[in-house]
Protein backbone atom coordinates (compact mmCIF):
# COMPACT_ATOMS: atom_id res chain seq x y z
CA UNK A 1 0.00 0.00 0.00
CA UNK A 2 1.19 3.68 -0.91
CA UNK A 3 -0.25 6.85 0.86
CA UNK A 4 -2.35 8.52 -1.72
CA UNK A 5 -0.54 11.82 -0.97
CA UNK A 6 3.31 10.53 -3.01
CA UNK A 7 1.25 8.18 -4.95
CA UNK A 8 1.62 10.57 -7.57
CA UNK A 9 5.63 10.01 -7.84
CA UNK A 10 5.29 6.11 -7.54
CA UNK A 11 3.05 6.63 -11.07
CA UNK A 12 4.93 9.38 -12.62
CA UNK A 13 3.41 11.56 -15.52
CA UNK A 14 1.86 9.56 -17.89
CA UNK A 15 2.37 7.01 -15.84
CA UNK A 16 6.27 6.77 -17.14
CA UNK A 17 7.69 5.81 -13.56
CA UNK A 18 5.57 2.76 -13.10
CA UNK A 19 6.24 1.65 -16.84
CA UNK A 20 9.66 1.98 -15.58
CA UNK A 21 9.40 -0.05 -13.15
CA UNK A 22 7.71 -2.69 -15.50
CA UNK A 23 10.37 -2.29 -18.13
CA UNK A 24 13.21 -2.58 -15.85
CA UNK A 25 11.85 -5.29 -13.65
CA UNK A 26 10.27 -7.73 -16.07
CA UNK A 27 7.06 -7.50 -13.65
CA UNK A 28 3.38 -6.32 -14.80
CA UNK A 29 3.40 -2.85 -12.22
CA UNK A 30 -0.33 -1.41 -11.95
CA UNK A 31 -2.47 0.32 -9.83
CA UNK A 32 -5.53 -1.10 -8.33
CA UNK A 33 -8.31 1.64 -9.64
CA UNK A 34 -11.46 -0.47 -8.16
CA UNK A 35 -10.41 -0.34 -4.68
CA UNK A 36 -10.55 3.44 -4.28
CA UNK A 37 -13.66 4.51 -6.38
CA UNK A 38 -14.49 7.43 -4.48
CA UNK A 39 -10.73 8.34 -4.26
CA UNK A 40 -10.99 9.03 -0.73
CA UNK A 41 -8.77 6.07 0.61
CA UNK A 42 -5.44 7.16 2.42
CA UNK A 43 -3.66 4.53 0.72
CA UNK A 44 -3.43 2.84 -2.18
CA UNK A 45 -2.72 -0.37 -3.55
CA UNK A 46 -0.03 -1.09 -6.23
CA UNK A 47 -0.18 -4.99 -7.44
CA UNK A 48 2.65 -6.94 -8.93
CA UNK A 49 2.77 -10.08 -10.57
CA UNK A 50 5.95 -12.07 -12.20
CA UNK A 51 7.75 -13.96 -10.82
CA UNK A 52 9.17 -14.18 -7.52
CA UNK A 53 12.73 -12.50 -8.84
CA UNK A 54 10.79 -9.53 -10.91
CA UNK A 55 8.25 -9.11 -8.30
CA UNK A 56 11.08 -8.73 -5.32
CA UNK A 57 12.54 -6.30 -7.90
CA UNK A 58 9.70 -4.41 -8.16
CA UNK A 59 9.01 -3.71 -4.97
CA UNK A 60 12.41 -2.93 -4.25
CA UNK A 61 12.15 0.12 -6.98
CA UNK A 62 8.81 0.94 -5.83
CA UNK A 63 10.28 1.01 -1.85
CA UNK A 64 13.52 3.21 -3.03
CA UNK A 65 10.71 6.02 -4.67
CA UNK A 66 8.82 5.95 -2.01
CA UNK A 67 11.70 6.58 0.64
CA UNK A 68 12.69 8.97 -1.70
CA UNK A 69 9.62 11.05 -2.43
CA UNK A 70 9.81 10.54 2.19
CA UNK A 71 12.97 12.22 2.32
CA UNK A 72 11.87 15.00 0.04
CA UNK A 73 8.49 15.77 2.00
CA UNK A 74 9.91 15.93 5.29
Known sequence: ?????IIGAV????GET?????KKTGAVVFMDK???KNGDCPEKKIIITGTRHQADE????????VKQKHLTLQ
Open 1 to 5: MIPSS
Open 11 to 14: IGKS
Open 18 to 22: IKYVS
Open 34 to 36: EED
Open 58 to 65: AKKEIDFI
